[in-house]
Each structure stands twice: as structure tokens, then as C-alpha cells.
């Protein structure tokens, strides 16, 4: 059986109406570093086909019903960034507690058309479907969850919804694609918050809320993109020792890898791991010089464990945001919680991937 992705072919089995060309490039990129660097299984190959004829097929759908939307101001979106593993999932959990926040849900991404009422038939039978997905996702990368738990009820980063524009770190993550990584460093990623505003649009036509919530460690860097198509989004940044943080994401890379090949170089995976987050730090700090104060703040992950309320307190007051007795009462029931649940502990180092302290501190530090 070949194991080789067929462009074409992928493409005549969707049969839609996918908008402008610009994801032509980016498909061509990725399906000639997945058959060339990847190594992949025959099924790393169906479950890295499917994923990608998802994209699309989502793509599509959104393309033909943003169209029939009239033009209107998205509401105002919060960032929240920063290297991957560096707290921003814990401080995207207490932020979401506010229902001034809405975020894109795990099964939104995956079957967002046709719009469905909360609670209807229609949105329960996504729900199912999306979890059937997941469930075969734990099957196929096991342990994912103790590393990256995803609920179909969830909210999910928005990796899943750069992927519309086929410009998403999601497939580095998957396979062995350094041509494809190398790309995106190197490409303008405004399709891809074009895409992703689309997305939004359609989601807030059927309620609008007051704030979107949205999170991405790959948002680094992006600053620029994300301004040309947000002009009024604000980013919460946190910071945290790049040397936990580092060995966290090859460590969770090389679980996802082990579903899709045979072969993983972890040298290979923490050079290129490295240098992809040194380069979107760097293009971060020049490009938030040309923010506005009020649209960015930076936190520290040491001041945020030690006291979460406070440093959610400090980005409402800095942003303006209005902070009531109700959400304070709901973080701090969060925040007993997650103290009292037992997490699993994951075992990794630097050195397993090539690496070491002080070359990290030096080029991310």
C-alpha cells in the first residue's frame, strides 16, 4: 500500500468551492514534505489525509456561508500567548470563566455548519460526532491526554482554525515536516487570520458576544498579521522558564508523532523546536514596539501560580475590563479545584532532545 498523499486526488474528493487560491501553496508545501520527511505509516498517512481533507472541507463551508452574512465588526478578541507549555491553558481556563468571554469550542472547529440553537438536537449530534473523533484520537496517540487533555465541549486553540488556511504548526506537531515548518517561519500569515475572522464571523452571527477568548502559542510572532485583521485585539503574554517549557512541547511532539510514524529523531525535534520559538520570540519583541500599551501586557508564570486572582485582577484592571463578585467567586472555586485534582506527572529533559540549559537560556531567555 503506498503511503504517499496525492494532492489532486485530495482535492477531487471535496468537490467544494474553496474561496481565493492562497491555500494552493501551502497544500503543495506540506503534501511534498509529508511524502518526502515524514516517514509516515499507512495509517499516519489516512489519519494526516483526513486531517487535512477536514480542514478543507470546513474551509469551504465557511467560505460559502461567510458570504451570505452581511459585513460587521467582529467583537473585540484577547489573545493570550506565549511559548507553548507556558501556563497559557490554565490562564485561558480562568479567563473563560467570564461569560463576557466566548472561544471557539473543540466542536466548532470540527462541524461548525450548519448553525445550530445551544442545546438543540443538531448541536447534540456535533457534540457526538466530535467525540467519536477524539476517541479515536486516543487511541491512536496514546497518553495524549494526560499531556493535552481536549473535550469536545472545550475550548481549543486556534492552531485548529489557522488549518482553514492549511498555515497551522499543527502539522509539524503531527510529522517529521521541516520544509513545511521552514515555510511558515517564512511566509506572511495574514490568509490565515483572514480565515480565521471568517470563522468568528460566522460563529458570532448567531450570537455575538462581548469579547472573543483566544489562545495559541504559535499567535507569537504574529503580532502584525493579527493587528492588519484585528485592529483593536489585545494580547496577554505570559512568560515562564524556557527550559520547562522547551522539553514540554518536543515531549508532547514526539507522543503525537508516535501515531502517525516509526522513526522520531528527538535531536532533530528539539533543534528545529528551538529554533522555530526563538524566531517567533524574536519577531514578537520587535513587533509589540509597534503596539499601543493598553493592547499588551506581559505576566509571569512564578507570579501567576502563586497568586492567580491577582494577576487576573491586574489584566482586567489594564485592559478596563469590568470585574465582578460573581467571576471572582467562580475563579477562586477554579482555582481550589485545580489545586485538590491529582496531575499526572510527565517525566522529560533537554538532554533528551540534543539539548541543553544554556543554549536555551541564551537564544530564548
Not at 509571569?300 to 485592559?319: A, R, T
Request: charged letters at 25%; aromatic letters at 10%; one cysteine or more.
Amino acid at each position: 500500500m503506498s503511503n504517499v498523499i496525492n494532492g489532486e486526488k485530495l482535492l477531487e474528493s471535496l468537490n467544494q468551492n474553496l474561496g481565493e487560491d492562497d491555500y494552493q501553496e501551502p497544500l503543495n508545501i506540506l503534501i511534498d514534505s509529508l511524502n518526502k520527511e515524514a516517514n509516515l505509516t499507512y495509517l499516519g498517512k489516512l489519519a494526516t489525509e483526513y486531517q487535512i481533507k477536514k480542514h478543507l472541507s470546513v474551509r469551504g463551508q465557511i467560505y460559502q456561508k461567510s458570504r451570505s452574512i452581511p459585513n460587521a465588526t467582529i467583537s473585540k478578541p484577547v489573545f493570550v500567548i506565549g511559548l507553548p507549555r507556558s501556563g497559557t491553558t490554565y490562564l485561558f481556563n480562568l479567563l473563560s470563566l467570564d461569560p463576557n468571554h466566548r472561544s471557539p469550542l473543540f466542536w466548532e472547529m470540527m462541524n461548525p455548519l450548519p448553525l445550530c440553537n445551544p442545546g438543540s438536537f443538531a448541536e447534540k449530534k456535533r457534540i457526538i460526532r466530535s467525540r467519536s473523533i477524539l476517541f479515536f484520537k486516543n487511541r491512536f496517540i496514546s497518553r495524549l491526554d494526560d499531556i493535552h487533555a481536549i473535550k469536545a465541549t472545550s475550548p481549543e486553540e486556534c492552531l485548529l482554525i489557522k488549518g482553514f488556511a492549511l498555515k497551522s504548526i499543527l502539522y509539524f506537531y503531527m510529522a517529521n515536516t521541516p520544509s513545511y515548518l521552514n515555510y511558515l517561519e517564512n511566509t506572511d500569515r495574514t490568509s490565515s487570520y483572514l480565515w480565521h475572522r471568517r470563522f468568528l464571523k460566522v460563529l458570532q452571527s448567531a450570537s455575538k458576544p462581548k469579547r472573543w477568548l483566544l489562545k495559541d502559542p504559535s499567535h507569537l510572532g504574529n503580532l502584525e498579521e493579527i493587528i492588519s485583521i484585528y485592529p483593536d485585539a489585545c494580547f496577554i503574554h505570559i512568560h515562564r522558564d524556557p527550559t520547562e517549557t522547551i522539553p514540554s512541547i518536543c515531549s508532547l511532539t514526539s507522543q503525537v508523532r508516535k501515531g502517525f510514524t516509526d522513526s522520531i529523531d528527538l535531536n532533530l525535534l528539539g533543534k528545529r523546536t528551538l529554533e522555530f520559538w526563538e524566531k517567533s520570540k524574536k519577531n514578537n519583541e520587535i513587533q509589540k514596539n509597534n503596539l499601543d500599551k493598553n493592547q499588551y501586557l506581559d505576566i509571569y508564570y512564578e507570579d501567576f501560580i502563586k497568586n492567580p486572582l491577582k494577576v487576573i485582577e491586574n489584566i482586567y484592571q489594564n485592559f478596563n475590563f469590568d470585574f465582578d463578585i460573581q467571576n471572582k467567586e467562580l475563579i477562586e472555586a477554579y482555582i481550589k479545584k485545580s489545586i485538590n485534582t491529582p496531575k499526572e506527572k510527565h517525566i522529560y529533559t533537554l538532554e533528551d532532545y540534543g539539548l541543553d540549559k544554556k543554549e536555551v537560556h541564551n537564544r530564548l531567555q
